[in-house]
């Protein structure tokens, strides 16, 4: 244990004071009121250990789910979800003010509660959704063996499962909370999905190391990404002060039954077109007719070089 010695004293105070100054802080610490929650990453990543359980019983959770307790196991953990939720709701909301009169702070606990309730009240249809998902990726992969085994090993069954979470939440008007939920994934995985993006059903992403989809991506139903492809912005324009534009509409639309090859790279607000194929390690800026298949050019320089 280091210890501070008679000579070193002064400095230590001197780094203290300077780090506890208001012109050293800015705006990069978050002063409690008072006894209020603030986001945690603990408690986040049970919030997530929890849905995946309730959405996958007997994959994610406890092992020992059967016949006989599933309702009971099932009214237990929900219970334990609804007061997380509403934990972290209302710690997401009081991040962004310095204060609240107390018939404020009951209107966010009462709106903290409706959220949380309304999102379990939706997790049947949120789990229904996830099983198409699980469906696309065994049918689409001629390697898995089972959707037991898509649902155990594949990484991006837990980036997607984060993501529809995140994305009820956001939807709801819940901040902060839907982008650590999906930024555990992208940390759990290295797939990167904003939790604004539109996602429709049936979706697969192969591999997904290094899958990045922007905030205001749409993509339809029955669309496959493999690892690598971005779906990004092109540019980024400011305001007469130089300062980010935010909230506009920047990243591709992705029609239906379209699919995505390792590496490429989508900008701006383009379209996809339903059914169109995009080879691997392609820069696309233009739109991309419905059916039709972008491919790389051959190299006029490629030599076959024939056996001796």
């Not at 780090?19 to 009121?33: F, I, T, V």
């Not at 006894?35 to 359980?53: A, H, K, T, Y």
């Not at 979800?81 to 606990?109: D, H, M, R, Y």
Request: negative net charge; aromatic residues 6%; proline residues 4%.
């Amino acid at each position: 244990m280091g210890i501070v010695t008679y000579q070193e004293e002064d400095k230590m105070k001197s780094a203290v004071q300077s780090l506890a100054c208001k012109e050293n802080l800015q705006r990069m610490c978050h002063m409690r009121m008072g006894g209020e929650p603030l986001p945690s990453e603990v408690l986040i990543d049970e919030l997530i250990r929890l849905c995946r359980s309730l959405l996958f019983p007997g994959f994610f959770g406890g092992a020992d789910v059967n016949g006989y307790n599933i309702e009971y196991t099932i009214g237990i953990q929900c219970e334990r979800l609804k007061w997380l939720l509403e934990n972290q709701i209302i710690a997401g909301i009081l991040v962004g003010k310095n204060s609240v009169s107390s018939e404020e702070e009951s209107e966010i606990k009462a709106n903290a509660e409706r959220i949380a309730m309304d999102f379990i009240v939706h997790l049947p249809e949120l789990r229904r959704v996830l099983h198409t998902d699980v469906t696309a990726i065994y049918k689409g992969d001629p390697a898995a063996s089972s959707t037991a085994e898509v649902i155990y090993c594949y990484p991006c069954i837990k980036a997607i499962i984060n993501y529809r979470i995140a994305h009820e939440l956001l939807l709801a008007g819940v901040p902060v909370i839907p982008r650590m939920i999906t930024e555990s994934a992208h940390s759990e995985t290295g797939i990167d999905i904003h939790p604004g993006a539109t996602i429709g059903e049936y979706f697969a992403i192969d591999h997904g190391t290094g899958v990045v989809i922007g905030e205001t991506a749409i993509i339809g139903r029955n669309v496959k990404l493999y690892q690598g492809v971005t779906l990004g912005a092109r540019s980024f324009p400011t305001d007469e002060n130089d300062n980010l534009i935010k909230g506009i509409a920047r990243h591709p639309i992705i029609g239906d039954n379209v699919v995505i090859y390792s590496n490429a790279t989508i900008l701006g607000r383009i379209t996809i077109g339903s059914g169109a194929v995009v080879g691997g390690n392609i820069w696309v800026t233009c739109d991309v007719a419905p059916g039709e298949k972008l491919v790389q050019a051959k190299s006029k320089q490629y030599t076959k070089i024939e056996k001796k």
